[in-house]
């Protein structure tokens, strides 16, 4: 890997431990990153994003929000009717073995209802066209909270990775440890002493995630504040365009999330599968959200918000889905959430089964929070109320794969075709289209500007689309279940 440029901003200019010892303590992201992340091209994670700006005049003709709004609910209503009447004989026939009532549920929540929903993604993608940048290198004061328990493998290199940001401002970054029972913050002090970073580190002896958030946000004096996870590397431009978008855009927008992948795709099956979801599923979902001014969830992983927002909202508060209430708790309070694809983070994600459950079940029982804390109905504004309608929803579509779906796909493979039936195959070409309609437009918009590439793998890419919903169905359902049954929380 070519070495870093020289550091602009912070007198942050050391690239290389201070001795031995903390070189092989704390292994440089350089050293790590070849084994990270399929999709990270050597060049890209140190490569400096070149801001366009806005420029005056121009011929394209604006279409409004509201309009755009307006054209993505007309056409996956047109969808929905188009679906209806091509699978009139399925609900006909289904209707035989279960009366009719039951029929047309079951086929609205196996095929309408997420029919409808993708429609409205891919038209609201279609639209989507971010905006330039008003200022291209912002120096806004910006603190960085990263709270972390036990995360001594990983701490080393995040530390690192924020040494090497582009950004020109006053860049504060503050550590808060959540009773670390191993090295955390001893890998933390020696990553920043080797890259000349300043870095403050508290402590929270209070469990979970965000009391140690709410430690540090009493301690940052700056008019933004980002949350990074102690496990996350950022591209090197990262900080400067999540700020950039947020200084660009309108007083009333309070938070931007950023783009976040996967940093370990190629350690096991599990993380292959999830580099998929998170490089086509969630960006995706996160670009339409955006496009509409009301991201449901700023990540805790990487976002930017307004310190007075957050502040507003009551802080973090103490729950599973932490970023989730917070961002629908200030979507309430009038604000706009945007996203800016990017500003790259690459995460580790869960390496088994296990963990990969668990994560899931604990981001399902999150929306839940969000929807009991802030209801649909409730949201002052009417792009929130419809997107998080979707989300009260996903509940009932993922209770129906689980208990219907995939029951049917194991009577048809007896030859019994009620649910599942031959023509269910035709869906096939169709998903993997939308996904690769899905994967030009995040390699075009987001990886070449970048300098990332992306490392193809078909294999993995075609049980993503064939298995993978299957698994994270049933990860929801049980995190449903939980959550329903009160079971106890824990942030890892």
């Known amino acids: 890997m070519n070495p870093p440029d020289s550091l602009v901003g912070r007198g942050v200019r050391s690239s290389s431990p201070a001795n031995p010892e903390d070189e092989f303590l704390v292994p440089t992201v350089a050293a790590r990153e070849p084994a990270c992340g399929w999709h990270v091209a050597p060049s890209g994670m140190h490569r400096s994003y070149d801001v366009p700006v806005a420029a005056s005049g121009g011929a394209r003709r604006y279409i409004s929000v509201g309009q755009k709004f307006s054209i993505a609910l007309v056409v996956a209503t047109l969808w929905l009717a188009a679906s209806a009447w091509i699978s009139w004989p399925w609900i006909t026939g289904l209707a035989q073995h279960v009366t009719i009532v039951p029929a047309l549920i079951i086929v609205s929540l196996l095929a309408f209802a997420p029919g409808f929903v993708v429609a409205f993604l891919v038209v609201g993608l279609a639209f989507d066209r971010q905006p330039s940048f008003k200022v291209a290198s912002p120096r806004d004061a910006v603190t960085v909270l990263i709270a972390a328990r036990n995360e001594e493998a990983a ?11 582009d950004y020109e401002g006053d860049l504060r970054v503050i550590l808060i440890d959540n009773g670390s029972s191993d090295d955390t913050i001893g890998v933390a002090r ?28 009493e301690r940052v004096r700056s008019a933004l504040v980002i949350t990074v996870d102690a496990d996350t590397l950022l591209q090197r431009s990262a900080i400067r365009l999540l700020v950039a978008r947020m200084v660009s855009s309108p007083t009333e927008v309070r938070a931007v999330a950023g783009a976040v992948l996967v940093r370990n795709s190629r350690s096991t099956f599990w993380s292959r599968l999830q580099t998929w979801d998170y490089f086509l599923g969630i960006a995706s979902v996160k670009r339409m959200q955006g496009l509409f001014q009301n991201t449901l969830v700023a990540q805790g992983a990487f976002s930017l918000y307004r310190s007075d927002a957050v502040r507003d909202a ?42 990969l459950a668990r994560q899931r079940s604990r981001w399902a029982r999150g929306m839940i929070e969000g929807l009991r804390t802030v209801p649909p109905w409730r949201h002052q504004n009417g792009y929130a109320r419809v997107l998080t309608g979707f989300n009260l929803m996903i509940p009932l579509l993922d209770t129906a794969y689980v208990l219907l779906w995939l029951p049917g796909l194991v009577l048809a493979l007896f030859g019994v075709y009620w649910i599942v039936g031959p023509m269910t195959v035709a869906v096939l070409p169709v998903t993997l289209l939308v996904y690769g309609v899905l994967f030009r437009y995040q390699n075009q918009r987001v990886f070449k500007p970048l300098g990332l590439r992306v490392r193809r793998s078909a294999l993995s890419l075609f049980l993503f689309v064939v298995i993978y919903q ?20 824990r942030w890892k």
């Open 314 to 355: 009551g802080g973090w508060p103490d729950a599973i889905g932490e970023d989730i209430v917070l961002t629908w708790k200030m979507l309430n309070n009038g604000a706009k959430v945007f996203f800016e694809p990017l500003a790259v983070a690459f995460t580790s994600a869960p390496e088994t089964f296990k963990v």
């Open 470 to 489: 299957a698994f994270m169905s049933a990860f929801s359902v049980l995190g449903y279940v939980q959550e329903i049954t009160r079971r106890a929380r």
């Open 155 to 165: 701490i080393g290199d995040t530390v690192r990775s924020l040494s090497e940001q």
């Open 190 to 217: 020696r990553a920043a002493r080797a890259s000349s970073l300043a870095l403050e580190i508290l402590e929270e002896s209070t469990p979970g995630k965000s009391h140690a958030l709410n430690r540090g946000l």
